[in-house]
């Protein structure tokens, strides 16, 4: 499954730990705020400032190298 700019941050960290570097990469090392577990890639991304295709890019292939 790809993951997808409308999946939540935290049911994305769940489900491929190996994602958490990505994120924190980019700029969102705030994975166990409040936030997080209610907004998606998307609304994240965009709070940060960071370009959400990139990241979505980016996680895809985190996920498919494992």
Do not use: W
């Not at 965009?46 to 985190?62: Q, T």
Request: aromatic content about 4%.
């Amino acid at each position: 499954m790809l993951i997808t700019k409308d999946m939540g941050i935290l049911e994305i960290v769940q489900k491929y730990p190996q994602t958490v570097d990505v994120f924190r990469g980019a700029g969102m090392g705030c994975l166990g705020c409040a936030a997080a577990r209610f907004e998606n890639v998307e609304q994240g991304a965009s709070a940060h400032g960071i370009d959400v295709d990139a990241l979505i890019d980016a996680l895809n292939k985190a996920v498919a190298a494992e």
